[in-house]
């Protein structure tokens, strides 16, 4: 019989948690407050994973998103869990403790969010919603997040993972990316223009064929970031958040993307407030 084995998380993960349960906290008291009582509002966690975690610092139990976001001061209206795995669904299920307003599934997020949950999130109905797409790596569709842009009423974190990118994809020798690696960040991009925003030719061809340089992290985000606003279409997207690893390499951009100034200048705050912390 097979048992669970939780994530073990380390320090910038505990970091993202909190960023996240402090935007939601401050998100769900503004909607709680509107004079308009028509409007109502969704959490959607593309990758859920058990509810909790184990903290590679402490060894204790640490509340994941799915926890955090059903235990605020002013629930959400609905809540939307996805995940791959058998056992963390399970574990999922007892914690919501058959709460009616939690809807828990199991299979690939960029199906089922397009097909399912968006169209229970419609800027026309009223509705609104807050979208974490946190995957381990590569695991996102760019059509998901390009639709979160267009129904004008989702606002999304997205985890951009620039380690998995920085090993498997922008290589000098292009020539040494497997297929499927490229395929993965076509499918993640959108397209294949990331080749021309992340590789600079640094040698015409030779024996070994073309040699590439790579943009720094902070050229390919920025090129990232463009494409949010200019193709998927969100209005406000501010400069990501770096999480790091104990080595103070940067493991992914932790983006933010919305179609409304307040959500904007309440993510801004809450960056600031966590940008100096240190793994120590």
């Not at 769900?28 to 593309?46: E, W």
């Not at 390919?220 to 790091?244: D, H, Q, S, W």
């Amino acid at each position: 019989m097979k048992t669970l084995t939780y994530d073990q998380i380390g320090f910038w993960s505990e970091v993202k948690l909190d960023i996240i349960k402090d935007y939601i906290a401050a998100y769900t008291t503004i909607m709680a407050g509107q004079k308009n009582t028509r409007f109502q509002y969704i959490y959607i966690d593309a990758f859920a994973g058990a509810g909790q975690h184990i903290s590679k610092r402490t060894g204790e139990f640490v509340s994941g998103s799915p926890l955090n976001s059903m235990n605020i001061r002013n629930p959400f209206h609905e809540y939307h869990f996805i995940d791959i795995n058998d056992l963390k669904i399970a574990e999922l299920e007892a914690a919501s403790n058959e709460r009616k307003n939690v809807f828990i599934y199991h299979g690939d997020c960029n199906k089922i969010i397009v097909e399912k949950i968006f169209p229970r999130a419609r800027y026309e109905e009223y509705k609104r919603a807050v979208c974490l797409l946190d995957p381990y790596g590569l695991h996102l569709d760019w059509d998901l997040i390009k639709k979160a842009g267009e129904m004008k009423s989702v606002e999304i974190f997205l985890n951009f993972p620039i380690m998995d990118i920085n090993r498997n994809v922008l290589m000098r020798n292009q020539g040494k990316v497997e297929e499927e690696q490229k395929c993965r960040m076509n499918r993640f991009w959108g397209d294949s223009t990331w080749e021309e925003e992340g590789l600079r030719v640094s040698q015409q061809e030779n024996l070994f064929g073309t040699e590439y340089e790579k943009v720094t992290n902070e050229q390919f985000e920025k090129a990232f970031r463009k494409r949010l606003k200019e193709v998927a279409g969100f209005k406000f997207v501010p400069e990501p958040m770096p999480m790091r690893n104990s080595k103070n390499a940067v493991v992914y951009y932790l983006y933010f993307a919305s179609q409304n100034k307040t959500g904007e200048k309440i993510i801004k705050d809450v960056f600031s407030k966590y940008a100096q912390r240190r793994d120590i």
